[in-house]
């Protein structure tokens, strides 16, 4: 499975980015898959995860009710819509996704890794 991330950018606090992960490989309909960020001098941390079958996900407290992660497996894509974006959410955000069923958030849970994608939230 390769994944190409994309739809980054600088935008204003509390404006809003969807940021889209393309995979190509025909395994990747049975894939969960995920979003990680990682800020300048800061580990990698997880932001949100989904299943391969849309009806389990999981998000990392400072992004609850605020990002939406989705997927349509039909056009092997992965979504990932932030809204309200604070300054602190400024980092490069990495798709990613797994081999199995299981929603997960730790990074070494993932098997696959798209290329990063630059969000930059001025105050």
């Known amino acids: 499975v390769q994944l190409q991330a994309s739809g980054g950018g600088l935008v204003q606090a509390g404006g809003s980015l969807r940021l889209s992960c393309a995979a190509s490989g025909r395994t990747f309909r049975r894939c969960a898959a995920g979003w990680f960020r990682q800020a300048p001098g800061k580990e990698r941390e997880f932001v949100a995860a989904?299943?391969?079958?849309?009806?389990?996900?999981k998000y990392a407290d400072s992004v609850k009710g605020r990002f939406t992660i989705s997927r349509d497996n039909a056009k092997n894509t992965v979504y990932l819509q932030m809204n309200s974006l604070k300054p602190e959410d400024t980092a490069v955000y990495y798709c990613?996704?797994?081999?199995?069923?299981?929603?997960?958030?730790?990074?070494?849970?993932?098997?696959?890794w798209g290329q990063g994608t630059q969000v930059t939230v001025s105050s």
């Open positions: 989904i299943s391969w079958s849309d009806d389990m996900t």
């Open positions: 990613a996704a797994r081999d199995g069923l299981r929603v997960e958030q730790y990074a070494w849970e993932y098997d696959y």
